[in-house]
């Protein structure tokens, strides 16, 4: 069952950032899956990624990792990518 956010996603004010722009793959996922590691399960993660191979790459790392991709933003010079730590499985 997916419980639908009361306010949409784009909006919502991420728990961390994470400024990975000119960290070259893949580096810059390592470093998000560690920080990703470190917060609480539920909580929203914004990562800044450079275009190119990083914004191709990490949202498909951590998908296959298991993370949860919010959002996407292209931000002109660079993308910002929302994800989610999952919660604990019970």
């Known amino acids: 069952m997916t419980i639908e956010p009361s306010v949409p996603i784009i909006s919502q004010t991420p728990d961390a950032q994470l400024d990975?722009?000119?960290?070259?793959?893949?580096?810059?996922?390592?470093?998000?899956?560690?920080?990703?590691?470190?917060?609480?399960?539920?909580?929203?993660?914004?990562?800044?990624?450079?275009?190119?191979?990083?914004?191709?790459?990490?949202?498909?790392?951590?998908?296959?990792a298991g993370y949860q991709i919010e959002a996407i933003a292209n931000c002109t010079t660079y993308f910002s990518l929302r994800v989610r730590r999952p919660l604990a499985s019970e």
């Open 20 to 64: 990975l722009r000119g960290t070259p793959c893949p580096i810059n996922f390592v470093r998000t899956k560690l920080r990703l590691e470190q917060m609480t399960p539920g909580t929203l993660l914004e990562v800044w990624l450079d275009p190119g191979e990083p914004i191709e790459q990490v949202p498909d790392s951590l998908t296959m």
